[in-house]
């Protein structure tokens, strides 16, 4: 596989054996005879050695890994982009917008490990390039759409009977439970009917992260719902 006419050469840096798991990326860059750069462990003066002299196209990382990864002395803006998947916790506007002027080209994904890896995208928009910088890096920062591989996913009311699935509204601000539906769903949790009944609730998979839907069908989580804070009628995250 080629990215802009240069071969792919993917940087892991987390532990293989979970992108194994998780992710086709291991099986997906070896198919089209990409390069692997496999990292014993996180070193932030060798990633970037790695980025500026091996011509890597493509890496992922948490956002605490880019965090520090842009705060980094060596950290400097790239001659070519290099494509970065951002997973395991939401990323803030910030965080891609540091990571956007060293030319690291960052795009959000997420999932569980009930939903095989990630689930949604946070898909490109052609409005993103007629908007403020600002507003354009808070949209990429969301979790975005759903896969192609799955069905859409949903956002359902919190203060319903169990099973019972409604929408929230499409308007940024009424928070509720992200549901996914789809192939790549788990199909149970191994010898515990009672833990995958209070999972698939009403027919769909609950993630247990609560989110705003905005008008565009995006999602934007705000927190677990454990660690929700209610005050009064308000409702907010606990950081």
């Not at 194994?20 to 198919?31: C, E, G, K, M, Y």
């Not at 917008?97 to 009930?114: D, I, R």
């Not at 007629?130 to 759409?145: F, S, V």
């Not at 896969?147 to 509720?176: C, H, N, S, W, Y």
């Amino acid at each position: 596989m080629q990215w802009d006419g240069v071969s792919v050469q993917y940087l892991l840096d987390c532990v293989l054996l979970l992108i194994i798991s998780l992710s086709a990326f291991p099986w997906a860059v070896t198919a089209v005879r990409g390069t692997h750069y496999c990292l014993r462990k996180i070193d932030y003066p060798l990633i970037w050695k790695l980025l500026k002299t091996e011509n890597i196209t493509h890496f992922n990382a948490a956002p605490t890994v880019n965090t520090l990864l842009c705060a980094a002395k060596e950290a400097e803006k790239l001659e070519k982009p290099v494509h970065v998947t951002v997973a395991a916790s939401p990323p803030t506007a910030y965080l891609f917008e540091q990571m956007s002027n060293l030319n690291l080209s960052p795009v959000h994904v997420y999932g569980l490990t009930e939903t095989y890896g990630p689930i949604t995208k946070g898909y490109h928009m052609p409005l993103w390039e007629e908007i403020p910088l600002k507003e354009k890096y808070n949209r990429m920062a969301r979790q975005g759409h759903g896969f192609i591989t799955g069905l859409p996913i949903r956002i359902i009311k919190q203060d319903l009977p169990e099973g019972v699935l409604v929408d929230v509204a499409k308007d940024g601000k009424e928070i509720g439970e992200i549901v996914f539906f789809g192939n790549i769903c788990a199909k149970e949790y191994l010898g515990d009917p009672e833990a995958t009944r209070k999972l698939f609730a009403g027919g769909g998979l609950h993630s247990g992260d609560l989110a705003v839907w905005h008008e565009d069908g995006s999602a934007q989580i705000l927190d677990r719902q454990k660690d929700i804070i209610i005050s009064g009628t308000l409702s907010g995250p606990s950081s």
